[in-house]
Structures are given as C-alpha cells and as structure tokens.
C-alpha cells in the first residue's frame, strides 16, 4: 500500500477508536516504526492525533470544553469518572494545583465505562497513583463532548452528587463554561 492511502487509512481507524501503534502495524501490515512515522508526519500535516496510554486517537474537531474543579473520596472516583462519561463526555484529563511544584496535570482520556474501569484496575494493582491525593481530593478535570446539554447534564450531576466544588479556591478558576 502506498504511504499516502496508508496514512488515510491511519485516520479512518483513528476516528472515535484509540488503537496502539501495534494494532495499527498488524490492520495495515506495516512495523511498528513504520505507524510511529506515518503518525509524526499526519501530526505535521496539521492532524492532532493524540497519544495516550491505550493508544492514539484522532481528536474530534467540533467539541465543546468544560473544566470542573471537583472533590470525592477516593473510593468514589470511580463513581465520578462515570459521571462525567455517561452523560456523553470524555474525561480528557486530571491537573492539580500543588503548593510548591504548581499544576501537574496528566492526561486520561476516557470516554467509556470500559475506559474508565481499565483506568480505575492500573490505580488498584498498583500500577498508577491518583494525582487526587496531592492536594486533598480537590482537584481538575478538562472535559470534552459533543454538545453544551451535555456539560451542563455532568454539572448537575456533580452537583446532586455533592462532587463538584463551585467556589475557587485562591489563585484558581472555578467550573468554567
């Protein structure tokens, strides 16, 4: 196949799937090295393809963006990532604000019950650590969907559920629309 109708094909499977640079080898027959190439060059040619710990994914142009500043126990986030996924959104990432290191911030990603709970077994074993202990559970969450109803359904819902922190607190910016 030639490397022009390889990188379209690249964008067709990265359109609303994450696949891993191996997935990607196997569908179209090509190495490894080969996808992370093809995947540099479309990001070159203006494509924000996004990487993440499952794998890349093609960024949906038409979305609407909120930002929650959000507070749970940390046997309820769970329960708050999926939220923020059943009402139609992508949990894009997590950032705190820390005294002396500043924000940190990590990207997630998670636009599924599926994703959420592969996220929430990596915490479990082990394998990653909450940003959410850093600063008391108070902490950020940059979400993405398709329509401003569905921001303001998670917003509610943050709010019925006690999560969702609407005073900032100093030097911060509280749910931001």
């Not at 080898?25 to 710990?53: C, F, H, M, P, W």
């Amino acid at each position: 196949m030639p490397s022009e109708n390889r990188r379209k094909q690249i964008l067709r499977l990265l359109q609303g799937q994450i696949l891993n640079g191996s997935q990607l080898a196997k569908q179209l027959n090509v190495s490894r090295q080969v996808i992370v190439q093809d995947i540099a060059l479309l990001r070159t040619s203006g494509y924000e393809i996004l990487s993440t710990r499952q794998g890349y994914i093609l960024s949906a142009d038409n979305t609407c963006t909120r930002t929650y500043h959000v507070r749970c126990p940390e046997s309820e986030i769970e329960d708050m990532l999926n939220v923020f996924v059943d009402a139609g959104g992508t949990v894009e990432d997590i950032f705190v604000i820390h005294n002396t290191y500043g924000v940190i911030r990590a990207e997630l990603h998670l636009g599924s019950r599926l994703q959420v709970k592969q996220f929430m077994e990596s915490i479990h074993t082990g394998r990653e650590a909450a940003l959410h202990g850093l600063c008391k559970g108070g902490h950020w969450h940059t979400i993405t969907a398709d329509a401003e109803a569905a921001l303001d359904l998670i917003q509610q819902e943050l709010r019925a559920k006690g999560y969702l922190i609407e005073k900032a607190a100093p030097g911060a910016a509280p749910v931001q629309g």
